[in-house]
């Protein structure tokens, strides 16, 4: 897998990982307002943090990864 991610970053295609990330956080919305923000909100954080673990070589393991992102309490 990080060969194929390592290849959509070099071809400037890491929007179409975003883009999936931010489509399965939307298929989870109940359709209340606030749920609508808080996923839109939740889905930019993990944006940011799988983008910056890309960035730096994916060193961490998926649980390690894990404990990161629920460390930040929302």
Not at 59 to 70: A, D, G, L, R
Request: proline share 1%; aromatic share 8%.
């Amino acid at each position: 897998m990080k060969e194929e991610i390592d290849l959509l970053y070099r071809a400037g295609l890491s929007h179409l990982l975003m883009e999936h990330i931010v489509l399965c956080g939307k298929q989870s919305l109940t359709g209340e307002l606030k749920n609508t923000y808080q996923t839109a909100f939740m889905s930019g954080a993990l944006c940011g943090l799988v983008n910056e673990w890309i960035l730096r070589g994916m060193k961490e393991n998926p649980e390690e990864m894990e404990q990161i992102f629920s460390n930040y309490e929302i």
